[in-house]
């Protein structure tokens, strides 16, 4: 059993404890529940490269990566500095994150968040809107088709909306035609290996009609502009940020030097 596998049947016995602790009907009154959230489309489709900063403690790959940030801290400067959305762990046994971190971050910011987890679920869908999500993360190597079809529904149903995760062109079979974002993971989450020309590989095989995500493994704004150029519309980045002292400060030099190269 490869470490995805044991993330999915781990999270699927938490959800068994989860459904009987708290019923989902429990989640209508949370006070996001009925409030509309900021697109996470709508950021992603400004002039010029948008970037999605993530926020995680911790990952299978690398271990601890920065336990003791302050997602509050790093949330402001985020938002601040130009960043277009911010990504959350909330996945707690593998990546150190929590549900309440996300719903703490909705509280305040008027970036859109990105729940992202292991998504499995309806009941996690309707969790991710009690908490503040304006998108999901699904996941297409660890879903049916008809598990993509049901879940974006509902997320659509429930005012957020779908980055769909692709790690190879035939997760492309899974597709909803109601999903607009899609996102290709340069790190194999099977054996966590990063390889940057991913993006570039599968390019051409994404659907001309989504916005286009290119995730994980960038260390430097030239990545970016990169793949900005080969048809990207938005970068999901993580490690390069939170390994940092000071993940906000390494953020917003990012950003300078970002903007700086595309003058």
Do not use: W
């Given at each position: 059993?490869?470490?995805?596998?044991?993330?999915?049947?781990?999270?699927?016995?938490?959800?068994?404890?989860?459904?009987?602790?708290?019923?989902?009907?429990?989640?209508?009154?949370?006070?996001?529940?009925?409030?509309?959230?900021?697109?996470?489309?709508?950021?992603?489709?400004?002039?010029?490269?948008?970037?999605?900063?993530?926020?995680?403690?911790?990952?299978?790959?690398?271990?601890?990566?920065?336990?003791?940030?302050?997602?509050?801290?790093?949330?402001?400067?985020?938002?601040?500095?130009?960043?277009?959305?911010?990504?959350?762990?909330?996945?707690?046994?593998?990546?150190?994150?929590?549900?309440?971190?996300?719903?703490?971050?909705?509280?305040?910011?008027?970036?859109?968040?990105?729940?992202?987890?292991?998504?499995?679920?309806?009941?996690?869908?309707?969790?991710?809107?009690?908490?503040?999500?304006?998108?999901?993360?699904?996941?297409?190597?660890?879903?049916?088709?008809?598990?993509?079809?049901?879940?974006?529904?509902?997320?659509?149903?429930?005012?957020?909306?779908?980055?769909?995760?692709?790690?190879?062109?035939?997760?492309?079979?899974?597709m909803s035609h109601k999903i607009k974002?899609?996102?290709?993971?340069?790190?194999?989450?099977?054996?966590?290996?990063?390889?940057?020309?991913?993006?570039?590989?599968?390019?051409?095989?994404?659907?001309?009609?989504?916005?286009?995500?290119?995730?994980?493994?960038?260390?430097?704004?030239?990545?970016?502009?990169?793949?900005?150029?080969?048809?990207?519309?938005?970068?999901?980045?993580?490690?390069?940020?939170?390994?940092?002292?000071?993940?906000?400060?390494?953020?917003?030099?990012?950003?300078?030097?970002?903007?700086?190269?595309?003058?």
């Amino acid at each position: 059993m490869d470490m995805l596998d044991k993330i999915i049947a781990f999270k699927r016995s938490e959800l068994e404890g989860k459904k009987k602790f708290l019923p989902v009907i429990k989640f209508e009154d949370s006070a996001f529940f009925k409030r509309e959230m900021p697109s996470f489309h709508d950021a992603l489709t400004k002039p010029g490269p948008s970037i999605i900063g993530e926020f995680k403690r911790k990952s299978p790959s690398n271990g601890m990566i920065n336990i003791n940030a302050e997602i509050e801290q790093v949330a402001r400067v985020y938002e601040e500095t130009g960043i277009a959305a911010m990504s959350i762990l909330t996945d707690r046994q593998f990546f150190g994150g929590a549900d309440h971190d996300l719903q703490n971050v909705a509280s305040f910011v008027k970036i859109p968040l990105l729940r992202k987890d292991f998504i499995v679920d309806e009941y996690q869908v309707v969790e991710s809107k009690s908490i503040g999500a304006s998108a999901i993360l699904l996941i297409a190597s660890v879903l049916s088709k008809k598990e993509v079809g049901a879940l974006t529904e509902l997320s659509l149903n429930l005012g957020m909306e779908v980055l769909f995760e692709i790690h190879d062109e035939k997760d492309l079979e899974k597709m909803s035609h109601k999903i607009k974002i899609i996102g290709v993971n340069n790190r194999n989450l099977k054996t966590f290996e990063v390889n940057m020309n991913h993006s570039i590989e599968l390019f051409s095989s994404l659907p001309e009609n989504c916005l286009k995500v290119a995730e994980s493994g960038f260390q430097t704004y030239k990545e970016v502009t990169k793949l900005f150029t080969t048809g990207y519309n938005a970068f999901l980045i993580g490690g390069k940020f939170m390994r940092s002292k000071s993940p906000g400060e390494t953020a917003a030099q990012f950003m300078k030097d970002l903007k700086k190269s595309l003058e």
